[in-house]
């Protein structure tokens, strides 16, 4: 499986109508979490996140929203932000243009963002105008780091360097709150938190 762990400026150059970092002078970082909520995940990683006072930006898929409400009411009620992933995870290179955007519709209707990351990265630029029209509205955020989370190959501590490594101010950081990803996210989550807050950093959420 190849991907950027930290994204290549090149890239940000080309697709320069989707954010992929924050501009800050501030030792500020941005931690978000894609595919929840998940039942024991996302709590995890809520706890995580209030015992040093972080917010962050959570990724919502439509189907789990409607599955766990609670958890996603927890996310609301903390105040983290949420931005729509879609209601079924769905690949915008492998899906039709009208499929696609009636997918983002539906999970609009339960996830109240101006925020849409989505999933594997993959947006055609046509899906892409879309979004910004009336119908959706939306501010599609990429990221600068990937912890590599959802990778099979990747150990915990190398997740965990993954960020350390190549996380700068203004850096947009993806972690999974999700099945796949729970082992990792929660061995090295907590040594972010841990190691940045010891440097000064605080955990900022996304805005619209």
Same mark, same amino acid.
């Given at each position: ?11 940000? @150059? ?171 996210? @929660? ?22």
């Amino acid at each position: 499986m190849f991907y950027f762990v930290k994204t290549p400026g090149w890239l940000k @150059k080309i697709y320069s109508d989707r954010v992929w970092e924050i501009a800050t002078t501030e030792k500020q970082l941005f931690l978000t979490f894609d595919d929840g909520p998940h039942p024991a995940v996302t709590p995890f990683v809520l706890d995580e996140l209030q015992k040093v006072g972080a917010k962050a930006t959570f990724f919502c898929i439509g189907k789990n929203v409607v599955a766990h409400p609670e958890i996603y009411s927890r996310i609301l009620d903390e105040g983290h932000a949420v931005g729509n992933h879609t209601f079924n995870h769905l690949n915008g290179w492998k899906t039709g243009d009208a499929i696609y955007l009636d997918d983002i519709a539906e999970a609009k209707k339960y996830i109240d963002s101006k925020l849409f990351r989505p999933p594997y990265g993959r947006i055609s630029s046509f899906q892409q105008k879309q979004l910004k029209a009336d119908r959706f509205e939306l501010k599609t955020i990429m990221w600068t780091v990937l912890s590599g989370d959802f990778d099979t190959s990747v150990n915990n501590e190398r997740c965990l360097q993954n960020v350390v490594l190549h996380a700068k101010e203004g850096s947009v950081i993806v972690f999974h709150d999700s099945e796949k990803a729970g082992e990792k996210v @929660k061995f090295a989550l907590p040594r972010v938190l841990n190691y940045f807050s010891g440097k000064g950093f605080s955990f900022e959420k996304l805005s619209a």
